[in-house]
């Protein structure tokens, strides 16, 4: 976190991103807006929702419930060691 504080961002670049990501395009776009610099030219929760609606709609329900499971499993885990 402190180094967000200072203005250090992952990098978004299109070499930094696997070409075979679905949705490459715009989960680039997302990432590089949602790391802007100054909060109010970030995308609002909503817009992104927007965005990756037609994105969520290609995954399998069942798959993404798993997978978000697995990432809270993951962020307690995180935090208990």
């Not at 679905?22 to 997302?30: G, T």
């Not at 929702?49 to 419930?65: K, N, Q, Y």
Request: charged residues 25%.
């Amino acid at each position: 976190m402190y180094s967000v504080s200072q203005g250090k961002r992952p990098d978004t670049s299109e070499e930094s991103i696997p070409i075979d990501i679905p949705h490459r395009v715009l989960m680039m776009s997302l990432m590089a807006h949602g790391w802007t610099h100054n909060p109010n030219e970030r995308p609002s929760f909503s817009k992104c929702l927007i965005e990756l609606e037609p994105v969520l709609r290609t995954f399998d329900e069942i798959s993404m419930l798993e997978a978000v499971i697995q990432l809270k499993r993951a962020k307690v885990s995180a935090k208990s060691h």
